[in-house]
């Protein structure tokens, strides 16, 4: 099997910056596309930022230009940079992958994601 685990989310001033990391186990290593959603109380997941395996990205239009999504593929971790956050992006944020059978399935940014961590909480104040 395979998992992903995202840590650090947190609270961040409008205008500050985070950084998300997933750490990636087992067989989803091999996934072809990874990349990150989120999901704020009450809206859609939404896919905000994805890489694939020749380092190609894609991202949202709500957080182009400010986010940056990365894949150190040595250590096996994805990390979402995130920087000039705005109160809108209070969310919870989570790590996906495509490539394993599951029964969750999300296509966004032209990736079929099927495996997902367990989220982490940004929080974005004015």
């Not at 991202?59 to 809108?88: C, W």
């Not at 209070?90 to 966004?108: E, I």
Request: net charge neutral.
């Amino acid at each position: 099997q395979g998992h992903l685990k995202e840590t650090g989310g947190g609270s961040a001033q409008s205008g500050g910056s985070l950084r998300l990391s997933c750490a990636v186990s087992g067989v989803v290593r091999r996934s072809a596309c990874m990349g990150w959603f989120r999901q704020a109380p009450g809206k859609e997941r939404e896919g905000v930022a994805r890489i694939d395996i020749e380092g190609a990205t894609v991202y949202s239009e709500s957080i182009q230009g400010r986010f940056t999504v990365s894949h150190d593929k040595v250590a096996h971790i994805l990390y979402l940079q995130m920087n000039d956050l705005k109160p809108e992006d209070t969310a919870m944020y989570y790590c996906a992958a495509d490539g394993v059978v599951g029964t969750d399935r999300a296509y966004a940014l032209g990736c079929l994601f099927s495996t997902w961590g367990q989220g982490t909480q940004v929080t974005v104040s004015s």
